[in-house]
């Protein structure tokens, strides 16, 4: 089953609009990650952020984490058509065999137009 | 720095068969994990192997099985296939456990 889970669901915008993308999840977590998908493709890691941070910057990418709500938010400004992908957030589920497996919400998928 | 390779990129069997999907992580990552990606499903976990040891398992059946070598580079096995074993089969490789690199994936289509 999975912990994280994005919305929106899918999100249309154009050229140099922000897009922003939350995820919410269940149990109390150590890390949360993005990734980013391209049609059919593997995932591109994009940024990790520990539980005890309540945000980090990567180029245009801004990622909020809010503990207490139990949810995580990117935010990526002025979008390019590039950046037409899937987006997924991965927690880092339960400990279990001396490691953590990333569990992956269902994605938000993105459409920039130019 | 090579990535994570992932062969077959795709593959089509015929139900009841078997198939052996390959993975050769970066050199130096001895976490290997498998997920499979399904649009009705997600990304579900299938399982992850650490020196030639399996780790972890997903909620998959036995028909599903996998192995590490001692290079670290993973197989995973499905047996007796069914339609709904049609997948994109992603492979990710870690140092330590936390940031997963992913490779292209099989896409798996069963006829």
Known sequence: SQQGEEDPQALSIQEGENATMNCSYKTSINNLQWYRQNSGRGLVHLILIRSNEREKHSGRLRVTLDTSKKSSSLLITASRAA????YFCATDGLPSGGSYIPTFGRGTSLIVHP | ????????????????QQVTLSCSPISGHRSVSWYQQTPGQGLQFLFEYFSETQRNKGNFPGRFSGRQFSNSRSEMNVSTLELGDSALY??????????????????????
């Not at chain 1, 950046?83 to 899937?86: E, I, L, N």
């Not at chain 2, 090579?2 to 077959?8: D, E, K, L, M, Y």
């Not at chain 2, 690199?101 to 099989?106: A, E, L, S, Y």
């Open chain 1, 83 to 86: 950046d037409t992908a899937s």
């Open chain 2, 1 to 16: 720095k090579a990535g994570v390779t992932q062969t077959p990129r795709y593959l089509i069997k015929t139900r009841g």
């Open chain 2, 90 to 111: 992603l492979c990710a490789s870690s140092l330590v456990g936390v940031e997963a690199f992913f490779g292209q994936g099989t896409r798996l289509t069963v006829v």
